[in-house]
């Protein structure tokens, strides 16, 4: 499984893919941002969430990667941008501490659902046709953009899936490693003061007429 995780390399061959380091910084810095409202204690798969639901849609708003090219993508049900010209699906994805290191794969908070799993066995070659079923449309190279944050670091990496057992990935083909654990900072949560903390909300009413 190539690494990726010297910049002469993963410089260029981000740039090659269309999706420039400092975009992919900038994405991560603002996931970041929403993170820092999850609770320290939830669930897993709620952390999950938040990072593929703002991932993606901070990715489709981007202005450079539309320049560029990339596109919304809800293709197969699975939500995501692509890029039609290098026929590649990029998709946010919550994964734990091992998220670009070197040493160790990254896995993913939240299960993948049965139509990310297709994509995945599409990426290893192991989808068979139903008998009967119409020849597949062309598909896209699934990747992931991993990315893990806590307090110390935020660290980021790009990798293709080619294996998952129950939703949770096994093995990645490729992983493009953009940030390491400590390379850069955590996410900075703000702390209410009790006294504000306490204060009752108003209550909303529904208006009538």
Known sequence: MPIYTDETIVVPLLTKMKLPRHVLLELANNIGGERANVAEHEPSNVVGFETWRWGTRYARENEILNKLGWVQCDRNQVAGIRHPELKIKFVCCGTDVNTGNPARSPKNLSERGVNACKLIARNA??????????????HDDLWYY????????ISIELSRPTSE??????AFSDRIIIAKPGEIPGIRRIVVPQEFADVPKPQVSRKIG
């Open 165 to 170: 057992i129950g939703g949770f990935v096994t």
């Open 146 to 153: 991993c990315s893990y944050y806590c307090d110390d670091f």
């Open 125 to 138: 070659g192991q989808i068979e046709m139903e008998l009967g079923e119409k020849s597949p449309e062309p």
